[in-house]
Structure formats: structure tokens, C-alpha cells
């Protein structure tokens, strides 16, 4: 049984245009995009409902309207969605910035990138480390979910070692790609100003020089869904 204090709101980003999409994205939202007759919002949406969170914000900018008439309230999912739109995309950082309140998270909250395909990932597993962040005696800022660099990203972002992630090379570090999935403090984000555009990397390399990121690599299947052509294959592996 999930602890209860675990039971962490989740935030689901779908504000990008999706530039690479196009044309496929001139019609519709990115995270809407379907594998499998599933939409990429879709597939996160049952992980957390196995997971046992319910708690869902979504926030939006590009036709978002779609989005809520495509999700409606979440029951369909057996979750409960909020939306969080934005007149003008506000970058990562600034669309958690602007969700915080209908988040409301007591310390910790799960934010996944709408346009990445994880069918199996293990939600459950992931929300099972929060007891251990929250012991250490100086609780990181972020713990973020490391992948193998993919073909369209082989110098990777961040590096890893043991459970630190470090923007600067570490003896015995694999440099890796972020995944888009991570658990955040809502003390990152106090000092960014609510409805200006705000970027994560930057904000995420600050903390590192603390050592205020922790982090861990998951080796199931994880695709950036990034191109018409990957969206094909996708589509052509999963039938």
C-alpha cells in the first residue's frame, strides 16, 4: 500500500507548440498525438491512475482547449484533472510556476513531460523514494529521472553518479539524458515571479552547484516522441 503522505499531486506539461510535429501539430496539441489509439496524455494518465494518484494538473497553451474537451474532467481515467492554461507558452519553470497553487503540494509534487512515451514506467516505484528524500538532512530540490542518451541526443544533459546529478563532469559519472519526469520541491520555484516565462535547465544547473539534485537512471522503454517519423515508428512497434 502507497503511503498516504505520498499520494503527491502530478503536473502534466502540454503547452509546447510542437515545432518538429508540424504539420501534425498544426491541427492539433503535441501531447495529443496518439500511439496505439492512446493519446500521450492518455498513456500518463492511466500510469497514474495505477499508481494511485489522482491528483492531475495539466497545463496548456497551444489549442488547449482541445485538450480539456479531449479529457474532460478525468473521470474517464479515474483521475481528477485541473488545467492550468496559458495565454503565451511560459517555458517549463514558469508553467510549474503558475500550476503551484492548483497543485498545492505540501513539499514534493511529480512533474512528467506530456510528449514523452513511458508506457511501463513504474510511477508507484518513483513516489516510493519521497520517504528517503525527505529524511536526508538537507532534502534536494529536485530528483530527476535519468535515461540512456537517445540517437537525436548523444551528448546527453546532466551527469550521474551514485544518486547526485551534476551539470559538471564527476570522476566516474555517466552523463545521461533527462527524461522530462522528475519529482520537484515547490521551493525551487519561490523565487521565479508567476506569469513570466522561466526556463528549468538554468534554474535546475543553479541548485546542482549545492548538490541540491539527486537523481536515478530508468532503463525501461522511454521514447522523446520528437518527429512525425518517430511518432510512425512508434505507432508501427506498438500494434
Known amino acids: 500500500m502507497m503511503n498516504q503522505s505520498?499520494?503527491?499531486?502530478?503536473l502534466l506539461l502540454a503547452a509546447g507548440?510542437?515545432?518538429?510535429?508540424?504539420?501534425?501539430t498544426d491541427e492539433l496539441p503535441k501531447p495529443l498525438l496518439t500511439i496505439n489509439h492512446k493519446s500521450l496524455l492518455a498513456w500518463h494518465l492511466e500510469s497514474l491512475c495505477k499508481a494511485g494518484l489522482n491528483t492531475v494538473v495539466i497545463n496548456h497553451a497551444w489549442l488547449g482547449?482541445?485538450?480539456?474537451?479531449?479529457l474532460g474532467n478525468g473521470s474517464q481515467f479515474g483521475v481528477n484533472i485541473t488545467y492550468?492554461?496559458?495565454?503565451?507558452?511560459?517555458?517549463?519553470?514558469?508553467?510549474?510556476?503558475q500550476a503551484l497553487p492548483l497543485l498545492n503540494p505540501e513539499d514534493y509534487f511529480l512533474v512528467i513531460n506530456g510528449d514523452v512515451?513511458?508506457?511501463?514506467f513504474p510511477v508507484e516505484q518513483l513516489i516510493s523514494k519521497l520517504d528517503q528524500l525527505r529524511k536526508q538532512p538537507h532534502?534536494?530540490?529536485?530528483?530527476?529521472?535519468?535515461v540512456t542518451n537517445p540517437i537525436q541526443h548523444p551528448d546527453g544533459d546532466f551527469y550521474l553518479k551514485d544518486s547526485q546529478v551534476s551539470n559538471k563532469p564527476i570522476s566516474g559519472a555517466e552523463?545521461?539524458?533527462f527524461s522530462g519526469i522528475g519529482l520537484y520541491h515547490r521551493d525551487l520555484f519561490k523565487d521565479i515571479e508567476i506569469g513570466l516565462p522561466a526556463k528549468l535547465a538554468p534554474l535546475l544547473k543553479e541548485v546542482m552547484l549545492e548538490n541540491s539534485v539527486s537523481g536515478e537512471k530508468y532503463t525501461g522503454t522511454w521514447h522523446d516522441v520528437g518527429t512525425p517519423q518517430r511518432l510512425q515508428e512508434l505507432n508501427a512497434a506498438n500494434e
Open 84 to 97: 492550468s492554461p496559458e495565454a503565451h507558452a511560459l517555458e517549463t519553470a514558469g508553467g510549474i510556476r
Open 65 to 70: 482547449q482541445k485538450i480539456e474537451d479531449a
Open 139 to 146: 532534502p534536494p530540490l529536485a530528483h530527476l529521472v535519468m
Open 117 to 120: 512515451f513511458c508506457p511501463n
Open 175 to 177: 552523463k545521461l539524458t
Open 6 to 10: 505520498n499520494r503527491i499531486p502530478c
Open 17 to 24: 507548440r510542437g515545432e518538429r510535429m508540424r504539420p501534425l
